[in-house]
């Protein structure tokens, strides 16, 4: 298994959140509270990274989300 890296745009910040997550985060669980989050159901998405920290981040300030692997797209040099 590996860790779960998420990544949040917030309106007006020049540079967007990365929040590593444990290994054993739900991926469903966690895409449901982003989903009501956007929908309005709740005013603050509350996300726990790997170290235990929590993470609040305001709905209605999110631009977008990214959901994947931490080590999938972080290639250094010229590959292909």
């Known amino acids: 298994m590996t860790?779960?890296?998420l990544r949040i745009g917030v309106t007006q910040a020049p540079r967007e959140l990365?929040?590593?997550?444990a290994e054993d985060a739900?991926?469903?669980a966690l895409?449901?509270?982003v989903e009501d989050?956007?929908?309005?159901?709740?005013?603050?998405?509350?996300?726990?990274?790997k170290r235990g920290?929590?993470?609040?981040?305001p709905a209605a300030k999110i631009a977008y989300v990214e959901l994947g692997s931490a080590d999938g797209d972080r290639r250094i040099g010229f590959g292909g």
């Open 53 to 57: 920290k929590d993470v609040a981040i």
């Open 26 to 28: 739900d991926r469903d």
């Open 3 to 5: 860790a779960v890296d």
């Open 31 to 33: 895409k449901a509270k």
């Open 37 to 49: 989050a956007l929908a309005g159901s709740t005013d603050v998405l509350w996300v726990t990274d």
């Open 18 to 21: 990365s929040i590593e997550l």
